[in-house]
C-alpha cells in the first residue's frame, strides 16, 4: 500500500491556524484541516501524528516569533544600559509586545490570545513538541530575570513577579481582548503603558529577610 504524500508542513499550519482563527479550536477536524490545507487525511498523520500534534506546532510556531521579537525589543532599549531610563523602556516594549505582534501578524497574533499554552500542551501531543511548548516558558522567564535586574538589580521571585505583571498580566487583561477583535485602540496602549508605569513605580516588595 502506498504511503500518504507528506504535505508541506507549514502549509498545513497556515490551515490550521486559519480554522482556529476564523471558526474556533472545536472547528478544526483532520477532514476540514485536509479540506482547507488541499491534503489528505493521511498526509496529515504522517506528517505530525495527531490532531492535537497539528494545535501544537501551529501555536508552538507563532509562540517562538513572538517571544523572538519581544526579545529583540527588549535587548535594543537595553543596548544603552547607561542611559537613564533604559530598563524601564525595556519593559514597556516588551509590554506592548503583543500589540505589535499584531499589527505585523493580525492572524498569528488571534491565534496566541485564542488558545493558551496550556489549552495545547496536551498529553495527546508528540513528545518533541511538547518539550519545546515546555522551553518557551523558560525563555520568557529568562526575560522577565533580565527585565527585573535591568530596572531593580535584582533577579529575585518578588522582582520577577512584579515584571510578569508589567508583561504577561496587564497585557493579557487589556491587550488580549482586543488582538482577539482585530484591532488594538490607541487608548488602550496608552492604558497599558500608564498602568505598567504605575506597577514600576511601586516596585517590588522587598526582597526576602530584608
Same mark, same amino acid.
Given at each position: 500500500m502506498p504511503r500518504p504524500r507528506v504535505h508541506a508542513p507549514d502549509a498545513l499550519l497556515d490551515a490550521a491556524e486559519e480554522l482556529i482563527v476564523e471558526r474556533g479550536r472545536a472547528s478544526l477536524t483532520v477532514r476540514a484541516l485536509a479540506d482547507r490545507a488541499g491534503a489528505s487525511n493521511g498526509? =496529515?498523520?504522517h506528517t505530525f501524528g495527531s490532531l492535537e500534534t497539528v494545535v501544537g506546532a501551529a501555536w508552538l510556531?507563532? @509562540?517562538?516569533?513572538?517571544?523572538?521579537g519581544q526579545r529583540a525589543a527588549v535587548d535594543d532599549a537595553l543596548g544603552a544600559r547607561a542611559v537613564p531610563g533604559a @530598563? +524601564? +523602556?525595556?519593559?514597556?516594549?516588551?509590554?506592548?509586545?503583543?500589540?505589535?505582534? /499584531?499589527? $505585523? $501578524?493580525?492572524?498569528?497574533? #488571534?491565534?496566541?490570545?485564542?488558545?493558551? #499554552?496550556d489549552d495545547v500542551l496536551t498529553d495527546a501531543v508528540a513528545p518533541?513538541?511538547?518539550? $519545546?511548548?515546555r522551553a518557551l516558558d523558560a525563555a520568557l522567564v529568562d526575560t522577565l530575570r533580565l527585565l527585573a535586574l535591568?530596572?531593580?538589580g535584582? @533577579?529575585? @521571585? /518578588?522582582?520577577?513577579? /512584579? =515584571?510578569?505583571?508589567c508583561v504577561v498580566r496587564l497585557p493579557g487583561a487589556l491587550l488580549f481582548p482586543e =488582538?482577539?477583535?482585530?484591532?488594538?485602540?490607541?487608548h488602550t496602549r496608552t492604558q497599558l503603558a500608564a498602568a505598567v508605569g504605575a506597577v514600576l513605580d511601586c516596585g517590588p516588595p522587598p526582597p526576602p529577610g530584608s
Open positions: 498526509s =496529515i498523520y510556531r507563532r @509562540g517562538r516569533e513572538f517571544l523572538a @530598563g +524601564r +523602556r525595556a519593559v514597556l516594549a516588551a509590554a506592548a509586545a503583543p500589540a505589535r505582534f /499584531a499589527d $505585523q $501578524q493580525p492572524r498569528a497574533a #488571534r491565534l496566541l490570545v485564542t488558545l493558551r #499554552r518533541a513538541v511538547a518539550d $519545546q511548548l535591568a530596572v531593580w535584582r @533577579g529575585d @521571585g /518578588a522582582a520577577v513577579d /512584579a =515584571i510578569t505583571t =488582538i482577539r477583535t482585530g484591532r488594538v485602540r490607541p
